[in-house]
């Protein structure tokens, strides 16, 4: 079982990592072409910029984040379930749909400002189409990031450290600057750290906004420089890739070294802190919370929404203009059609691999202790921590070639698009499966040992019934992350293996507005569809392994 899980990470997950290093450093051997590549032009001002946009949208998403966070954490506000399902929405969201919702939403043809007078004037430039609407949408993205990180940290703050400044007489604002802040700064600078990784790896809002927008990121320039050239551009567009994962291991050392900080031993028992009374300020507060998150996670849905129904752009929604003429156009288009049921079985055919590898993994990482299976495990996480765009041109320089003894090249396939988010979604799937796995009692597989039951007797009757809860939350998350994927799937669909993912950027691409809302409100219904299956098994898997568990 060990041997054939090797085998699965090796190629999968390494393979290909070590196929784009060895282009690289084929690269960087030739000093002259090297020096080309580092000095052009477009390359420093796409890395300028993938640094700036980075750091600018992390400090958003400090604010969104870390302050939401801290209000729903520490005070008495009412309806904190709901609060923190609306804060946790954009995670639901796709980048690439997130983008079309928010320039329908700000857009001169607006259906929610539009009727309110509040929309642009019309042929007017949407102002998202700048280096400041790209910082707010990567930041307001990623600030879930941020707010599971001081979350979390929150529920490890000592009470009655908190109740002897209080005794002491201290007021609120002084025990949240001199005690939980200080207490929470790891993990601030770890969701900060995660934020910044995930804003340069981001691939979905700079292409919408970045590219008309002529704030080219580095994922967007690698986009645009393997669709214009080709396969003879892998040689550039794999040094691209490097100072990617150089730019995302710099955020994750600092991640890495938060972590490490984030155990403050301090004296206490253990409880949550007592909530700090607003009093009459409450209801204000509550008001100011729920219209932030209304504007930053439903208006622009509902924009979304209010673009797929009216008849043409431009038209106010109401009785007389509602249609469903632009779903109907999506069904109708046969490209759509396949879009649709691709990104289906490929979700579902990889978190269905992906269900099945995790159980057996999660046993020999979580109650066998295996020294090879956990270094197995670290190695699965290489291909979803790098950028999604790095992914896709290992996968295309590790699989274009033809196949020892098959002779054929995966390339331009189906099954490179299902290997890809194998490998890319493995991590996502293995962490519920080994949580679920290490809250067993071990007790129980040593009952059965003692009975006769044999090794995988006891791994198929014991073991795997009571972990498969969480394992199966675990492949909920992957058809979640893999039905809307477009940072792998933009450089390696083919013409008959689009995805929805590829199919709504390109609907947009072309000017097709009405549709790609049409399409990503389908995309949406079916991801939310996903979360809620997720939830009902909520009860029977550990705490945390969904992200909105509260």
């Known amino acids: 079982m060990l041997a054939v899980l090797g085998l699965y990470v090796v190629v999968l997950c390494l393979l290909p990592l070590l196929r784009l290093s060895a ?105 998202l189409y700048s280096r400041e609407g790209i910082v707010l949408l990567l930041g307001i993205e990623h600030s879930t990031m941020v707010f599971l990180a001081v979350k979390a940290g929150l529920r490890g703050l000592p009470r009655d450290l908190v109740e002897a400044a209080q005794v002491a007489g201290a007021g609120r604002f002084r025990i949240v600057r001199s005690i939980v802040l200080p207490l929470l700064r790891p993990s601030l600078l770890a969701g900060a750290a995660l934020a910044f990784v995930a804003a340069v790896g981001n691939f979905g809002i700079p292409a919408i906004l970045g590219i008309p927008g002529r704030y080219t990121m580095l994922t967007a320039l690698i986009y645009q420089r393997l669709s214009g050239f080709g396969p003879s551009a892998l040689g550039e567009v794999a040094v691209l890739s490097i100072i990617l994962v150089v730019i995302v291991g710099v955020g994750l050392s600092v991640q890495l070294v938060a972590d490490r900080r984030r155990q403050v031993v301090v004296a206490g028992d253990g409880t949550a802190i007592t909530p700090f009374s607003l009093g009459r300020w409450r209801s204000i507060l509550e008001i100011a919370i729920v219209g932030i998150l209304l504007v930053i996670s439903v208006m622009p849905l509902l924009a979304l929404l209010g673009t797929s129904l009216v008849q043409a752009l431009g038209l106010p929604l109401g009785p007389d203009t509602v249609t469903l003429e632009h779903y109907v156009t999506v069904l109708r288009n046969a ?183 049409a399409a990503s409100v389908m995309a949406v219904l079916v991801t939310l569809l996903a979360a809620g299956a997720a939830s009902l098994l909520a009860h029977r898997m550990p705490r945390g392994v969904l992200p909105w568990q509260t």
Not at 100 to 105: F, K, R, S, V, Y
């Open 335 to 517: 490209a759509a059609r396949r879009g649709f049921l691709n990104s289906a079985w490929l979700a579902l055919g990889a978190a269905g691999v992906t269900l099945v590898v995790a159980l057996p993994f999660a046993f020999l990482v979580a109650l066998r202790r295996s020294r090879v299976a956990t270094i197995l495990n670290l190695a699965a996480d290489a291909p979803f921590a790098i950028p999604g765009t790095v992914v896709s041109i290992a996968f295309i320089l590790a699989f274009l070639p033809p196949l020892p003894l098959l002779k054929i090249s995966l390339y331009g396939t189906a099954a490179i698009l299902l290997l890809a988010y194998l490998a890319r979604f493995l991590a996502l799937g293995l962490k519920p499966a080994i949580a679920g796995m290490m809250q067993l009692d071990p007790a129980l597989e040593e009952a059965a040992r003692i009975v006769g039951a044999g090794g995988v007797r006891r791994l198929v009757s014991v073991i795997l019934p009571l972990a498969a809860p969480a394992a199966a939350a675990g492949a909920l998350l992957v058809v979640m992350s893999a039905y809307n994927e477009l940072t792998v799937s933009a450089l390696l669909w083919s013409a008959g293996h689009e995805t929805i993912g590829v199919m709504i950027f390109n609907l947009y691409d072309e000017g097709n507005a009405t549709a790609a809302s």
């Open 23 to 127: 282009e690289a450093t084929a690269a960087f051997s030739d000093a002259s072409q090297i020096w080309r590549i580092l000095s052009d032009a477009q390359v420093l001002r796409a890395t300028g910029h993938t640094l700036e946009a980075s750091f600018g949208s992390m400090l958003v998403s400090l604010a969104v984040g870390g302050g939401l966070a801290l209000v729903i954490g520490l005070t008495d506000i009412r309806g904190k379930h709901w609060l923190v399902f609306l804060m946790l929405l954009p995670m639901l969201v796709p980048a690439q749909i997130a983008a079309l919702a928010w320039l329908e939403l700000t857009g001169p043809a607006s259906t929610i400002l539009g009727p309110l007078g509040l929309a642009p004037a019309p042929g007017s430039r949407n102002w």
